[in-house]
């Protein structure tokens, strides 16, 4: 189903209980500067900016990044993108919680002193006042939750952040529960947007964590959607791993998305990708669009092509029937959900 960004026309879903509106497909950004191994740039700022103008011609308005991400390269081109441009049009989310600095243990994790720095230091490369949503990047034990949610809480009040986020918490629901619980009874803002991991093949989060999450009004934004580039099909049973070479040498993929658990239920994907004109990706996003506790996956692209693949999932209309089967081609850990 080859279309251009211009025929794809992404439609507005609610952000949870925020009163946001976001693209039923946000874009994100975790490429942007990225360097390889090898010392290469997956994503240089022309490509970057060119990615940006082809999720905007496909009416996204929804940015995803994080103040490591380039080590903050991303970041400083998303807000020279938007110069120019009606800042009110997007929304723009980030994250913090990763070391920057080698040798200072302070400047990681969601201590106080490390939000407020990396705050002001993220808004000053984004070129704006606030962010939308401000995610941490992962659960920091060494901050006890009281300390977490009051220094998030001052950001709110300062305007310099919107709304809060968790990231990465898929198997601890009870955390975020507990962190808004705490909000709650001091009248502070609690977690309203989650991004798990989530996919056809990852499947972890059903149960406590997606029932708490309708239960509570949250709004649930998946990353790695294709499953680590599994479910896109560029793999196969009988090849072994084919493409990138550096994912070939990890024993952990293997492990985790090259068995035949995984395989059959690709065999169950390409057979309704066939039956709806459809990429294997395309049908992937399409079953997490249609999956009932997902607000909206994030989708990433080297090329402003694979960009535009992806994006045209949101055309796709899937029957129950189909997405019944894709549900069933591999149990979660958890039935009915």
């Known amino acids: 189903m080859a279309r251009s960004s211009e025929e794809i026309d992404l439609d507005f879903v609610p952000l949870g209980r925020t009163g946001l509106h976001t693209s039923e497909l946000q874009f994100g950004t975790w490429r942007f500067g990225k360097e390889t191994e090898e010392g290469n740039v997956e994503i240089g700022e022309a490509r970057a900016k060119e990615l940006l103008d082809a999720y905007e011609a496909a009416g996204g308005r929804y940015i995803d990044t994080a103040d490591v991400y380039g080590g903050g390269d991303s970041e400083r ?37 490390n939000i ?13 006042d606030y962010v939308d949503v401000l995610y941490i990047h992962r659960w920091d034990d060494a901050t006890t939750t009281r300390e977490l949610m009051k220094t998030l809480n001052g950001l709110i009040e300062s305007g310099k952040v919107h709304y809060l986020g968790a990231s990465t918490m898929r198997p601890n629901a009870w955390k975020v529960a507990r962190a ?16 798990p991991r989530y996919n056809l093949v990852d499947r972890e989060i059903e149960g406590d964590y997606l029932e708490m999450a309708r239960q509570r009004g949250l709004a649930v934004c998946p990353w790695s959607p294709l499953g680590q580039g599994f479910l896109t099909g560029k793999y196969s049973r009988e090849d072994g791993l084919e493409g990138d070479s550096r994912v070939a040498e990890s024993s952990r993929f293997r492990e985790a998305y090259l068995t035949d658990e995984n395989f059959d239920l690709h065999e169950e994907l390409d057979a309704v990708a066939e039956e709806v004109d459809a990429t294997p990706a395309q049908v992937a996003l399409a079953w997490l669009i249609h999956r009932e506790g997902v607000t909206a996956p994030i989708v990433g692209a080297r090329t402003v092509e694979q960009l535009t693949e992806n994006l045209a999932a949101a055309t796709i209309d899937l029957s129950d029937e189909q997405v019944d089967r894709l549900t069933e081609a591999k149990a979660g850990p958890y039935d009915g959900l």
């Open 77 to 113: 081109w998303i807000g020279e993108w938007l110069d120019g441009r009606d800042r009110e049009r997007f929304t723009v989310a980030s994250k913090i919680y990763w070391q920057i600095r080698e040798g200072d243990p302070n400047s990681g994790g969601t201590n106080r002193k």
């Open 116 to 128: 407020r720095h990396r705050i002001d230091a993220l808004l000053d490369r984004l070129d704006t």
């Open 180 to 195: 808004n619980a705490i909000a709650d009874s001091e009248g502070w803002e609690p977690f309203t947007v989650l991004q």
